[in-house]
């Protein structure tokens, strides 16, 4: 079955609105969520893209190799 990425990159105001949306406010202030390329832990600040993949939300920090990464992921698709 063919996966499909969606990459959306926030402007800063509109980070904590979709982290709500998401349920992941809390996550990210408690340090509980971690950049899926470099693993580094993602903070209000750090925080680069949402990588949606089907079902699962994949976070990115603002590391223009993880934008990268995470675009390349997408276009290889
Ligand atoms: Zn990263």
Same mark, same amino acid.
């Given at each position: +079955?063919?996966?499909?990425?969606? =990459? ?9 609105? +979709?982290?709500?949306?998401?349920? =992941? ?34 976070? *990115? ?5 993880? *934008? ?10």
């Amino acid at each position: +079955m063919k996966e499909y990425y969606t =990459l959306v990159v926030f402007h800063e105001r509109e980070v904590e609105k +979709m982290l709500s949306k998401l349920n =992941l406010a809390e996550k990210v202030e408690k340090g509980e969520i971690k950049c899926a390329i470099c693993g580094k832990t993602i903070t209000k600040e750090n925080l680069g893209a949402i990588l949606r993949k089907n079902g699962n939300i994949l976070i *990115i920090c603002d590391s223009v190799k993880c *934008i990268e990464k995470a675009g390349g992921l997408i276009s290889a698709f």
